[in-house]
């Protein structure tokens, strides 16, 4: 697992390498630790930016701030994790917005950090290991399940949107929310089933995915609204 701490304070680099070392050696895990002292190091690394697990980034920086170089790793990938050491709490709502995995605050606790660490991990891995067998006319398409935005159905059909492309599938719905319900999927309205993790926007009785309006029953709204804000204190909190 990749792992990248960029940071322009050299006790807080020094610190924060020696914690993550700490970390993944009681658990076992391969890593692959790469330390950059400021965010234009790491804009010159194209291979950092998209085939990194997870980065850890000090909010204030000089020049590029890490919130400012976050904002562009989102624009190359959308699949890393993004763990912010600040010292303040303003940049939260601003964090939503490159869907950042958590926020550590100044003095680093290694307790805490190691929580959190080992959460992110267990994610990833999760991620990486879970896909669903979507077939359409003989073919089988394997589309992992954390690229999928939203799902649709109509006529008994179904069409899941993913990130790259959109497959039709025959299938029910009840059954598909069932089984997407553990990673965050919820069933907004009896014809749309979304990943939580992709809404850009709530409005009243609609919200947004990928610039998509997609309408939220009228019953479920509040238990929605309950649901999204419990999964977003889970990542930025």
Request: aromatic share 10%; charged share 35%.
């Given at each position: 697992?990749?792992?990248?701490?960029?940071?322009?304070?050299?006790?807080?680099?020094?610190?924060?390498?020696?914690?993550?070392?700490?970390?993944?050696?009681?658990?076992?895990?391969?890593?692959?630790?790469?330390?950059?002292?400021?965010?234009?190091?790491?804009?010159?690394?194209?291979?950092?930016?998209?085939?990194?697990?997870?980065?850890?980034?000090?909010?204030?920086?000089?020049?590029?701030?890490?919130?400012?170089?976050?904002?562009?790793?989102?624009?190359?990938?959308?699949?890393?994790?993004?763990?912010?050491?600040?010292?303040?709490?303003?940049?939260?709502?601003?964090?939503?917005?490159?869907?950042?995995?958590?926020?550590?605050?100044?003095?680093?606790?290694?307790?805490?950090?190691?929580?959190?660490?080992?959460?992110?991990?267990?994610?990833?891995?999760?991620?990486?290991?879970?896909?669903?067998?979507?077939?359409?006319?003989?073919?089988?398409?394997?589309?992992?399940?954390?690229?999928?935005?939203?799902?649709?159905?109509?006529?008994k059909e179904l069409t899941i949107y993913a990130k790259e492309n959109?497959?039709?599938?025959?299938?029910?719905?009840?059954?598909?929310?069932?089984?997407?319900?553990?990673?965050?999927?919820?069933?907004?309205?009896?014809s749309y089933l979304v990943n939580m993790k992709y809404i850009e926007?709530?409005?009243?009785?609609?919200?947004?995915?990928?610039?998509?309006?997609?309408?939220?029953?009228?019953?479920?709204i509040s238990d929605f609204k309950k649901k999204f804000t419990l999964?977003?204190?889970?990542?930025?909190?």
């Amino acid at each position: 697992m990749r792992v990248v701490i960029c940071d322009d304070e050299l006790l807080q680099r020094e610190e924060l390498r020696e914690y993550i070392y700490k970390v993944f050696e009681e658990v076992k895990e391969e890593l692959e630790l790469l330390i950059f002292k400021s965010a234009e190091e790491v804009l010159k690394e194209k291979d950092v930016l998209n085939h990194t697990d997870i980065f850890i980034l000090d909010i204030k920086m000089d020049e590029v701030s890490g919130m400012d170089l976050a904002k562009i790793i989102r624009k190359e990938n959308d699949i890393s994790e993004i763990i912010f050491i600040t010292s303040l709490v303003d940049y939260i709502q601003e964090g939503y917005t490159v869907r950042a995995y958590r926020y550590l605050l100044k003095p680093i606790n290694y307790e805490e950090l190691k929580t959190h660490l080992l959460s992110c991990i267990n994610d990833i891995k999760k991620k990486k290991d879970n896909f669903m067998m979507i077939e359409n006319k003989g073919i089988v398409h394997k589309v992992p399940i954390n690229e999928i935005m939203y799902i649709e159905v109509a006529k008994k059909e179904l069409t899941i949107y993913a990130k790259e492309n959109s497959y039709k599938t025959k299938s029910s719905m009840d059954k598909i929310e069932k089984e997407l319900e553990k990673f965050d999927f919820y069933r907004c309205h009896k014809s749309y089933l979304v990943n939580m993790k992709y809404i850009e926007t709530i409005d009243k009785n609609e919200i947004i995915i990928n610039g998509n309006k997609i309408p939220v029953s009228k019953h479920r709204i509040s238990d929605f609204k309950k649901k999204f804000t419990l999964l977003l204190g889970d990542i930025i909190c």
